[in-house]
């Protein structure tokens, strides 16, 4: 049963019972419905209380009816039938009211909610908007303005401000069912508030929506469903209910088929995936009850404020004093930089500082449950400390290395129990970016592999189990597209126009620009250890810039040149001169936008494949979110593998066999070659 009904003298109490988080699945609908219909038959029934058993109220829509037909009775006729019930109905609200939720709380007559609860609409996190009456009945409830806010930004609110804005009557601190009751036998002697849907909207002042709309369009980017919920919140404002209401749904229904909904709905499904990959599946992971961090660098640093957030005590090593001072100023410079942005208030970021223990002594490590190094780039470096952590930690304490291009396998040689060693790849800034590459070497235990997944929930971080190459997933694609970014240079394009085209893409920054800002010197430190090794890396243009120190803005000039004090990139006569000499003999041809775009983006899905292939990434949608959650690829667009796939891969195949003719890529692989016959990435991978 997913809808009961109980009695407490002249009040029902409807309890939806739906796990794990009373989703709106059609059974549900269906109930309520009938609910409706059963209460108001009954005369000894003078109010009706809904509230949810488990660990929340309604949590939204249910996920396996996404994108399929809806199937009757539908949501706007599931709140029209509550709002339009003979007794009152009295939302009562733990967890989250979210999405079709909220819809149905708009439809009661009165709502309270616990202090914890929250409450909101984040369809436009989805491409869409409510579509069951929440932009229509919220500006009726709240006004305009903090509707707009709420359903353009799709953030939820909290009891609190919930109540500040008129969205609930009343917070219960105690037991929520008695006092809904309480609350439910109180109004039942009153009389019942107008419903919201004939309510009108308070007029608005002159110049709102204008600004509303600029504002939207700034935060929103090419986010189509923002503008659109804003669009409907404002017909919401001027026209009659059922107008808006039929605008609501066109518009719903209209971006419910968009591109843009399906890639955040792919996303959506993949992040939900990450953090439960199957073949982890009944493996506990080891308990992580404090940590420590070696090396209180960048990254360092960065991981220790990650670890601190998340609530563990942290033990900071360096080399020596002066390095562990230095190391903790990392870090309070970190939090320094949280209070002035206003993310926390002072005291909590003293706290999160006094919870950094720094040393130089290893011995504070004997009771640690995980160490994660990040140290220099080396692997003779890293092997030390790891022989160090060996004689000092529980032969179970977990001991990860943060190496961006290092062997992992290489460095646990010489590792007591190896089996409690991995990969935690962390992406800079640490303590920011969602992204945790967790690459397991031949050695490491499920369980140890299964504690990494554990973390990244622990920290809030997206996990994708990555495995061992140059590069891991995220670092080895990025060379493929710097690579292709000076192809495009030496056959006739700019940096300023393959900046702008990608850009216009959706990312937030073009790969010159972005070089620039990290600094040119990591890679070209790369490309110097690939030679060693006697590979050939092709950066025939980066490699002269680094050759006069031009590594970005830190030295005045990279891929641009910088007026001091100035981060606006300027394009450089001197770039444009190393450009033209390394393209000397070479075809030249003109660039547009969508040129550069498939020249940048699709051999990075050939390399994808391969690394698919090589199962070095396990499905296609874990590398969408290497790409989405480690460098910044548009949310909106899926990831590289859905957008590739959203194109059509054949025609994808067809591009790249065009590039690789004129000698501008590689040629696609068997495997993308294959996944285009099959119309899609399973068939190399699940
Ligand atoms: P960094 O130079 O900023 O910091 C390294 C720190 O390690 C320094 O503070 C140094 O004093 C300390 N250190 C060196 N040897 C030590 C030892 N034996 N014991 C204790 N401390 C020691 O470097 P970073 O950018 O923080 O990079 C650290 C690691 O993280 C590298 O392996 C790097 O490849 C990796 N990484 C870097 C990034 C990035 O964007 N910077 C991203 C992901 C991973």
Redesign the pocket.
Same mark, same amino acid.
């Given at each position: 049963m997913t809808v009961t009904i109980a009695r407490e003298n002249a009040i029902a109490v409807v309890t939806v019972d739906n796990p794990p988080v009373n989703a709106l699945s059609q059974a549900l609908r269906q109930a309520l419905v009938e609910a409706v219909a059963t209460l108001d038959a009954d005369a000894a029934v003078k109010a009706v209380v809904l509230i949810c058993a488990g660990r929340t109220f309604i949590a939204g829509a249910d996920v396996s009816e996404f994108g399929k037909p809806p199937q009757p009775p539908h949501l706007p006729d599931v709140v029209a039938a509550i709002e339009g019930a003979k007794k009152p109905w009295v939302a009562a609200i733990h967890g989250s009211a979210l999405g079709g939720g909220l819809e149905v709380v708009l439809g009661c007559a009165w709502r309270v909610a616990v202090p914890s609860a929250s409450l909101g609409l984040p369809e436009v996190k989805l491409g869409i908007i409510p579509g069951a009456g929440g932009t229509v009945r919220l500006p009726r409830l709240i006004g305009a303005a903090a509707a707009v806010d709420l359903v353009t930004s799709g953030s939820p609110v909290g009891a609190k401000k919930a109540e500040g804005l008129g969205l609930i009557d009343a917070i219960i601190d105690g037991n929520l069912r008695a006092g809904a009751i309480a609350f439910a036998n109180d109004i039942a002697g009153k009389a019942r508030p107008q419903p919201i849907s004939s309510r009108a909207v308070a007029p608005v002042e002159t110049g709102f929506w204008e600004g509303a709309e600029k504002a939207v369009a700034a935060r929103a980017k090419r986010e189509a469903a923002p503008l659109r919920a804003l669009a409907s919140v404002r017909k919401a404002s001027e026209t009659d209910f059922a107008s808006a209401m039929a605008f609501e749904r066109e518009t719903f229904l209209e971006l419910r088929g968009s591109e843009q909904a399906a890639a955040l709905r792919h996303v959506f499904f993949a992040e939900r995936a990450a953090p439960r990959p199957p073949e982890l599946a009944g493996i506990t992971p080891r308990a992580i009850r404090s940590a420590a961090v070696?090396?209180?660098?960048?990254?360092?640093?960065?991981i220790a404020a990650a670890l601190r957030d998340a609530g563990l005590p942290v033990v900071l090593?360096?080399?020596d004093a002066a390095?562990v001072e230095?190391?903790l100023a990392?870090v309070r410079g970190i939090y320094e930089g949280s209070v002035k942005r206003g993310r926390i208030p002072q005291a909590v970021a003293d706290e999160r500082v006094a919870g950094v223990i720094g040393g130089?002594d290893y011995g504070l490590l004997a009771d640690t449950d995980l160490v994660i190094? +990040? !140290?220099?780039?080396d692997l003779a470096?890293?092997r +030390? !400390?790891f022989e160090r952590l060996s004689a000092v930690c529980r032969p179970d304490a977990v001991l990860a290395?943060?190496?961006?291009?290092?062997d992992p396998d290489a460095m646990s040689e010489g590792v007591s129990h190896p089996e409690r060693f991995l990969g935690l790849?962390?992406?800079?800034p640490?303590q920011i970016m969602k992204l945790l590459e967790i690459v397991p070497t031949e050695a490491t235990a499920p369980e140890v592999l299964a504690t990494g997944f554990a973390l990244a929930r622990l920290l809030g971080k997206i996990p994708v189990r990555a495995g061992i190459c140059d590069g891991f997933i995220g670092n080895r694609i990025l060379k493929v597209t710097r690579a292709q970014a000076e192809r495009l240079l030496l056959s006739g394009a700019t940096p300023a126009a393959v900046d702008a085209a990608m850009r216009a893409f959706g990312l937030p920054m073009g790969p010159f620009e972005a070089q620039d800002l990290?600094g040119l010197d990591?890679a070209a430190f790369q490309r110097k250890a690939a030679r060693e090794r006697g590979e050939t890396p092709f950066a025939p243009v980066a490699d002269r810039l680094c050759a006069l120190e031009r590594y970005g803005q830190k030295t005045g000039g990279g891929w641009y040149d910088y007026q001091p004090g100035d981060r606006a990139p300027k394009p450089s006569e001197t770039v444009a001169a190393i450009i033209a000499e390394a393209a000397e003999g070479r075809a030249q041809r003109t660039w547009d936008e969508a040129g550069i775009v498939d020249a940048i983006l699709l051999p990075m899905v050939n390399e994808a494949t391969r690394i698919l292939e090589e199962r070095v990434a396990l499905r296609a949608a874990d590398i969408d979110l290497v790409k989405i959650h480690g460098y910044g690829f548009p949310r909106w667009r899926g990831g590289p593998m859905h957008h590739a796939e959203a194109r059509g891969l054949s025609e994808v195949v067809a591009v790249l066999d065009r590039l690789a003719g004129e000698g501008l890529a590689e040629p696609p692989s068997d495997g993308l070659r294959r996944a285009a016959e099959a119309g899609g990435f399973s068939v190399l991978a699940g």
């Open positions: 070696i090396g209180g660098g960048t990254m360092g640093a960065g090593i360096e080399r390095a230095r190391g990392n130089d190094e +990040a !140290v220099f780039e470096v890293k +030390a !400390v290395t943060n190496t961006s291009y290092l790849h962390f992406f800079s640490a990290g990591i």
